[in-house]
């Protein structure tokens, strides 16, 4: 379920919001949350809106027409099981849209993954991964970045972490590993 909000989310959200995020029930929040978490990392601000493209198809459709003109410049969209809210959405948008299978349900997310990533030429959906929440935001910000360089500094600190953190890694398992 959606959590309330905190003072610094509200901050944030008193500037534009340049990403739409969609999702097709409130219990897709368990990994669309990494997804708005990290676009408040880098402050990004974002809308979030619960949207499904087969139980509310005109809110989902008038959500992504309308979301250039509103100033949005990515959209991304999580769903689960037949997974068509990412597709449907693009169907009514020149937006880049990404989207974002949610696992679990009997098919264990593959559904979703199909469902998502499948679309017919002339309609594409950029897909990360089952439960990918966080390389969308990610993927988002570096769309973004095209056009905004303190975005691309903060994604290369980011990534200059990461590889920090791997050779931290690699030191701590050299400290594990039998001594002769
Ligand atoms: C999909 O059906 C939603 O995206 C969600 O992943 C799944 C189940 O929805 P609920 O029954 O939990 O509302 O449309």
Redo the contacts with the bound molecule.
């Keep these: 379920m959606l959590a309330a909000k905190e003072p610094a989310a509200k901050a944030l959200e008193a500037l534009p919001p340049k990403v739409l995020v969609v999702?097709?029930?409130?219990?897709?929040w368990r990994v669309m949350k990494q997804t708005v978490a990290t676009l408040r990392e880098f402050q990004v601000a974002c809308a979030v809106e619960v949207a499904?493209?087969?139980?509310s198809p005109e809110k989902a459709l008038g959500l992504s027409a309308t979301a250039r003109e509103k100033g949005f410049r990515v959209i991304i969209a999580?769903?689960?099981?037949?997974?068509h809210?990412a597709g449907v959405l693009a169907a009514k948008t020149t937006l880049p849209v990404i989207g974002v299978p949610?696992g679990?349900?009997a098919l264990g997310g593959l559904d979703?993954l199909y469902a998502t990533v499948q679309m017919p030429a002339g309609v594409p959906v950029a897909t990360v991964a089952i439960d990918g929440g966080k390389n969308a935001a990610l993927l988002a910000i570096q769309i973004l970045a095209l056009r905004e360089p303190a975005l691309a500094a903060a994604l290369a600190t980011y990534k200059e972490k990461l590889a920090r953190q791997v050779e931290e890694k690699s030191a701590r398992l050299q400290s594990l590993l039998p001594q002769d």
């Design positions: 999702m097709g029930s409130d219990s897709d499904s493209a087969h139980r999580g769903a689960g099981g037949a997974a809210l949610i679990g349900g979703a």
